[in-house]
Structure formats: structure tokens, C-alpha cells
């Protein structure tokens, strides 16, 4: 079945540490795109792509790095400049480039800094 | 500021009656806005989708609605079911591409027997 598939589901790290997240989808989408989500507040845009070896920083890029070498994929490295990395990381896609396409998500990757 | 805000901000029913989520913006210029219902550890799954003209879009028993001049929109669970228990997510695009999509906190609904 198509869809978006992200991994680990869960990830502890230690401080100074960088991790990165694996965001892989099969719907042949040109447009991806990864969000931060903490209690309460809505989903933040970190990072967006729209073609493969291009992509555009978001509200809240600092701290954070992403590659687009694969339309298929697009990991983000939460680098150990992140002052405060602990939170829920979705990953999502859409066919368009523009907001009137939909928008289709992972399962979410929850990072603990320990 | 663009800003989507939505309430309650939780809410609990029983199992079998109807509910209102509300939600209220200032983003502007206005694309579309989206309702998403998000399971408890996973992703949002989009439920509807509304331009400027349309003031009502159903998904069984969801019922979005859309007031663009007071820039309000509600979604209606009718005959409601355990498994509508997760968080309804505002999402409002304020332009053409989606570093302009601003998401709402959400309302955190729970279905009790």
C-alpha cells in the first residue's frame, strides 16, 4: 500500500548528540515536509521540499538540517544545536505544491533527550 | 499575526451524542481550510477540505461549516463513537503554498461508554 513511512517511532538521545529521523513515502509526491508538535501548541514547519535537491527552511529551521537527494525520501537531522529537541516529528507529503493539495502523514517520530 | 485558535480546548461526551468543535482565525488571505482528526500517537488524517464559497462539506458523520466573513468554521460529530476519541486539528492556508498552511492546537475529544 502506498503511504509515508517514518522510523524510528521512538528515539531517546543523549545531549550533544545528533540523531536523524528516516521519512520515506511510495505516493509518488513531489512536495514533503516535516513538522514539530508539542503539547498544546500546533503543528510547527521546520522544513519543506518540493523537488528533489531543493529544499526551503521553515518557522523553526534552526537547530535542524534536511537532504532531498530521492523524490522518495526526506531524513532531518536534529542537530545538538536544537536547544530543546524533545517533541513529536511528522513527517508528510502532497501530490501539489501548493496548499489546495492534501496533505498526507506519517506515524510520527517522538525524540527524548534524556 | 496569522493565528488559528480553536475550543474548546478538550472535551469529554458519552458514547452516542453529537458534539461541536469550534474554530476561529485571522490568517489572511484565505485559501482553504482543513479539518484533521489525529489518533493519539499518529498522524493527522484529513477529514474535510473548504474554499471561500462553500459553507458546508460532509464526511459521514462529520459536518464541517465555514463562515468567511466572521472567519469562523465548527465541525459537527453526529452520533458519536468511541473511536472518534483523538485530537481535531484546524488547519487554515493562507496563501498558495504550504509554508503559509498555519495549524490550530487542536481539541482534544473523548468518546465515553
Known amino acids: 500500500d502506498g503511504g509515508i513511512t517514518q522510523s524510528p517511532k521512538y528515539l531517546f538521545r543523549k545531549e550533544g548528540q545528533n540523531v536523524t529521523l528516516s521519512c520515506e513515502q511510495n505516493?509518488?509526491?513531489?512536495?514533503m515536509y516535516w513538522y514539530r508538535q508539542d503539547p498544546g501548541q500546533g503543528l510547527r514547519l521546520i522544513y519543506y521540499s518540493q523537488i528533489v535537491n531543493d529544499f526551503q527552511k521553515g518557522d523553526i529551521a534552526e537547530g535542524y538540517s534536511v537532504s532531498r537527494e530521492k523524490k522518495e525520501s526526506f531524513p532531518l537531522t536534529v542537530t545538538s544545536a536544537q536547544k530543546n529537541p524533545t517533541a513529536f516529528y511528522l513527517c508528510?507529503?502532497?501530490?501539489?505544491?501548493?496548499?489546495?493539495?492534501?496533505?498526507?502523514f506519517g506515524e510520527g517520530s517522538r525524540l527524548t533527550v534524556l | 499575526k496569522n493565528q488559528v485558535e480553536q475550543s474548546p480546548q478538550s472535551l469529554i461526551i458519552l458514547e452516542g451524542k453529537n458534539c461541536t468543535l469550534q474554530?476561529?482565525?485571522?490568517?489572511?488571505?484565505?485559501?482553504?481550510l482543513r479539518w484533521y482528526k489525529q489518533d493519539t500517537g499518529r498522524g493527522p488524517v484529513s477529514l474535510t477540505i473548504?474554499?471561500?464559497?462553500?459553507n458546508t462539506k460532509s464526511n459521514g458523520r462529520y459536518t464541517a461549516t465555514l463562515d468567511a466573513d466572521t472567519k469562523q468554521s465548527s465541525l459537527h460529530i453526529t452520533a458519536s463513537q468511541l473511536s472518534d476519541s483523538a485530537s481535531y486539528i484546524c488547519v487554515v492556508s493562507g496563501g498558495t503554498s504550504y509554508d503559509k498552511v498555519i495549524f490550530g492546537p487542536g481539541t482534544s475529544l473523548s468518546v465515553i461508554p
Open positions: 473548504m474554499t471561500f464559497s462553500e
Open positions: 474554530c476561529n482565525y485571522t490568517v489572511s488571505p484565505f485559501s482553504n
Open positions: 505516493l509518488n509526491h513531489d512536495a
Open positions: 508528510a507529503s502532497s501530490f501539489y505544491r501548493d496548499s489546495t493539495g492534501e496533505l498526507f
